[in-house]
């Protein structure tokens, strides 16, 4: 199966993401969890936010944002 250039960019992305955040010993980690599991991303979305609404939703990722400002390089995000 070839990568398309837009799931390769993501892949790099989330790699990145999971190196700077976790470590390299902590991403592997995560990957090796997420591949042994029978992990459901959209049912444990739905768990997690079943009694959650938009606004509050909307309001978390607000207070999230002004208190973790993005300190890396725009053009990485872009």
């Not at 992305?13 to 390299?24: C, E, P, V």
């Not at 939703?57 to 990485?76: D, F, M, Q, V, W």
Request: glycine fraction near 6%; charged fraction near 30%; charge should be negative.
């Amino acid at each position: 199966m070839e990568l398309t250039l837009e799931k390769n960019d993501l892949y790099n992305r989330g790699m990145t993401l999971l190196h700077d955040n976790l470590g390299t010993v902590g991403a592997e980690t995560f990957i090796a969890m997420l591949r042994n599991t029978q992990y459901d991303y959209t049912e444990w979305r739905r768990e997690a936010y079943k009694n959650t609404t938009v606004r509050e939703i909307l309001e978390r990722a607000e207070e999230y944002a002004k208190a973790n400002p993005y300190r890396g390089n725009p053009s990485t995000i872009a």
